[in-house]
């Protein structure tokens, strides 16, 4: 959560501003930034609907196959990525 709300409050203040004040190689890095928290934020909500698709269409399997850790596992490694 602390990346997206970097991304937002320089957001903010260059729509407030009406432009980027804050030097080129910022801007670059903010770019970089912004894209990495919007996709990574993309593949959690993926990842969140494979979770309830699994556990609609097989809740016996996903009962024994699915577990706290796992879930964990799967949104830590598409933050990390």
Not at 38 to 49: F, G, R, V
């Amino acid at each position: 959560m602390g990346g997206n709300m970097e991304v937002m409050v320089f957001a903010a203040a260059n729509d407030l501003m009406g432009e980027w004040t804050f030097g080129p190689a910022y801007c670059q890095f903010w770019i970089c930034f912004d894209i990495t928290c919007s996709t990574a934020s993309i593949l959690n909500l993926c990842a969140i609907s494979l979770d309830r698709y699994w556990h609609i269409s097989r809740p016996m399997v996903y009962v024994s196959a699915v577990c706290r850790d796992h879930s964990s596992f799967v949104m830590l490694h598409q933050w990390s990525q």
